[in-house]
């Protein structure tokens, strides 16, 4: 008979998405994973059998949360399209900012394993969450690029793909430089500065 789980699925599976970003992968410990989730070392891979399949389930919990929150932000109506792109680089420096306070970033699952082929080679199912989650970005914010375009907020110089990239770009390299030390306020003026790049 299976031991009754002593925690919230859902909630251990975010402590676990936190320990990864922070450490990455590989230098993630079973002991930082059993203290993030608050079980023992048996109790843990009861539950997720393995630390590859924890990390896959992690991700997959990490990645739908923040499609849920990004969704709110970025496809709200009542917002121009540039207060959309500025909405979602404020949940990025909101999380940063949260994270320097306990003395560290709060790291990317996205971009390590963008970075890490081999990491993406230990199952096929990390390398396609990233990737749907990249693309979903991706559309989410070429929409609001085009709305921000049709209401004034966001130029016409560059085409609603090409300020995705950007975006995306901006928001990797505040989430390298929040792991190199920068700190909050230089985080808050590299956003600042990308944004007045898609002004009009």
Same mark, same amino acid.
């Given at each position: 008979?299976?031991?009754?789980?002593?925690?919230?699925?859902?909630?251990?599976?975010?402590?676990?998405?936190?320990?990864?970003?922070?450490?990455?992968?590989?230098?993630?410990?079973?002991?930082?994973?059993?203290?993030?989730?608050?079980? !023992?070392?048996? &109790?843990?891979?009861?539950?997720?059998?393995?630390?590859?399949?924890?990390?896959?389930?992690?991700?997959?919990?990490?990645? *739908?949360? %923040?499609? $849920?929150?990004?969704?709110?932000?970025?496809?709200?109506?009542?917002?121009?399209? /540039?207060?959309? %792109? *500025?909405?979602?680089?404020?949940?990025? %420096?909101? $999380?940063? $900012?949260?994270? /320097?306070?306990?003395?560290?970033?709060?790291?990317?699952? &996205?971009?390590?394993? %963008?970075?890490?082929?081999?990491?993406?080679?230990?199952?096929?199912?990390? !390398?396609?969450?990233?990737? $749907?989650?990249? &693309?979903?970005?991706?559309?989410?914010?070429?929409?609001?690029?085009?709305?921000? *375009?049709?209401?004034?907020?966001?130029?016409?110089?560059?085409?609603?793909?090409?300020?995705?990239?950007?975006?995306?770009?901006?928001?990797? !390299?505040?989430?390298?430089?929040? *792991?190199?030390?920068?700190?909050?306020?230089?985080?808050?003026?590299?956003? /600042?500065?990308?944004?007045?790049?898609?002004?009009?």
């Amino acid at each position: 008979m299976a031991r009754p789980r002593t925690f919230d699925e859902k909630t251990a599976l975010m402590a676990a998405a936190r320990t990864f970003r922070r450490h990455g992968f590989a230098d993630t410990t079973t002991e930082q994973l059993c203290t993030a989730v608050g079980v !023992g070392r048996g &109790s843990l891979y009861n539950a997720f059998t393995s630390k590859d399949e924890l990390f896959i389930r992690a991700i997959e919990a990490y990645l *739908q949360a %923040l499609s $849920e929150v990004e969704h709110e932000v970025l496809g709200d109506p009542a917002r121009t399209g /540039a207060e959309r %792109l *500025q909405g979602l680089l404020d949940l990025v %420096l909101e $999380e940063e $900012e949260n994270a /320097a306070r306990d003395g560290h970033a709060a790291g990317c699952i &996205s971009v390590a394993t %963008l970075m890490s082929p081999d990491l993406r080679s230990r199952d096929e199912r990390i !390398g396609k969450l990233v990737e $749907e989650d990249r &693309s979903r970005r991706h559309e989410a914010v070429k929409h609001a690029a085009r709305i921000g *375009q049709a209401d004034g907020s966001v130029t016409r110089d560059d085409a609603p793909d090409g300020i995705a990239w950007f975006v995306s770009g901006l928001i990797s !390299g505040i989430r390298v430089n929040a *792991q190199a030390g920068a700190p909050i306020k230089v985080l808050r003026r590299t956003a /600042a500065t990308g944004l007045r790049a898609l002004r009009p």
